[in-house]
């Protein structure tokens, strides 16, 4: 389900164009999949930060690396949640994932 979006970018090098085709299949799942919309949604946000910040700036690799380790675990955490099928479970890593592009916004230190 959302590890699909992770195999996306590990296919395609994990630079600024594999986050932009993560970002528009993200999207495409979003619209797609309404029941998992707003997960979609908010991997397809944290997808076009990255992709927002390094055309301002390039990255290093470890900031990449840092970027990547974070949407894998989310997309973990999605995963899981939804896997589960407990509904509070998944409103807390929706709330947790949100809170997260909230407060970090497009900063990869």
Do not use: W
């Not at 709330?95 to 497009?106: D, M, P, Q, V």
């Amino acid at each position: 389900m959302f590890t699909e979006l992770v195999k996306t970018l590990e296919k395609n090098g994990k630079g600024i164009h594999a986050y932009r085709k993560c970002a528009d299949r993200a999207r495409e799942l979003a619209m797609s999949s309404p029941d998992l919309a707003v997960s979609y949604f908010l991997l397809a946000a944290m997808a076009e930060d990255f992709v927002e910040f390094n055309e301002r700036m390039a990255t290093t690799t470890i900031q990449s690396n840092a970027v990547f380790e974070r949407f894998a675990g989310n997309a973990a955490l999605l995963e899981d949640a939804f896997g589960d099928g407990d509904p509070g479970k998944m409103l807390t890593v929706l709330n947790r994932i949100a809170s997260e592009l909230a407060k970090r916004g497009a900063q990869f230190t």
